[in-house]
């Protein structure tokens, strides 16, 4: 377990406290704090004690203190501890000057083995893992955006694609379009010649035939 003790005391006076196992805990803060009380300016400490250390926060004149086993890296235990200072400090407001020893005890043991428990277990309470977790959910975010641009910049592309070959399909289209269109005018323009050159030898011929006295235009080859 991460955390197994933690303590809120004023100087030498234990508000509350509370213990996750069986040690001497509870003994050795306290020899912490009288070792401390001539120390009046806020600070963060830490001591050492067989495969354990003291994390010590002192604050507004409030000392707030926990156990945390060695592996455990600072940032967890002060973060613990900055937690119970601020939920202390809301919870008894200035009662806590003149409160006697453990006046909070019975409520308040029970908020910090809550808190004990989450900063040992919980990998959110640690605000660097937390950063952590959200850069990667971002990130995550981030190539899921890029890879959706790059399927709509292919798309795109392909769109163009597809654009370029229409409008190519319709240029030729126009173009052979065109080239029906003058076929059949050329074909029109050539049967309407041939029908108005074969009206014009039927009315030279009927012409031929009222001048020259008959079909066969026999007076006109007799004056040849």
Wanted: proline share 1%; net charge positive; hydrophobic share 45%.
């Amino acid at each position: 377990m991460g955390i197994s003790y933690g303590m809120v005391a004023r100087e030498q006076v234990v508000l509350a406290e509370f213990s996750a196992t069986q040690t001497n805990a509870s003994t050795v803060a306290r020899k912490i704090l009288d070792r401390m009380k001539e120390a009046n300016n806020d600070s963060n400490s830490s001591f050492s004690h067989d495969c354990y250390i003291f994390h010590v926060k002192r604050t507004d004149g409030l000392t707030v203190l926990c156990l945390a086993d060695d592996s455990s890296e600072r940032r967890i235990p002060f973060a613990f501890l900055e937690d119970i200072h601020k939920k202390f400090v809301k919870t008894y407001g200035r009662a806590i000057h003149s409160a006697s020893a453990f006046a909070m005890n019975d409520e308040f043991s029970r908020i910090l083995s809550q808190q004990m428990d989450h900063f040992s277990k919980d990998p959110t309470a640690d605000r660097l893992n937390r950063l952590k977790e959200e850069m990667s959910q971002v990130r995550s975010v981030m190539v899921d955006n890029i890879e959706k641009l790059l399927e709509r910049g292919d798309r795109l592309a392909l769109l163009v694609e597809k654009t370029s070959t229409m409008q190519g399909n319709a240029i030729r289209f126009k173009s052979q379009a065109r080239r029906y269109k003058n076929a059949i005018w050329w074909r029109d323009f050539k049967f309407t010649a041939t029908l108005i050159l074969m009206l014009l030898l039927i009315i030279v011929y009927v012409l031929l035939t009222f001048f020259c006295n008959g079909l066969f235009l026999s007076s006109c080859f007799y004056a040849l």
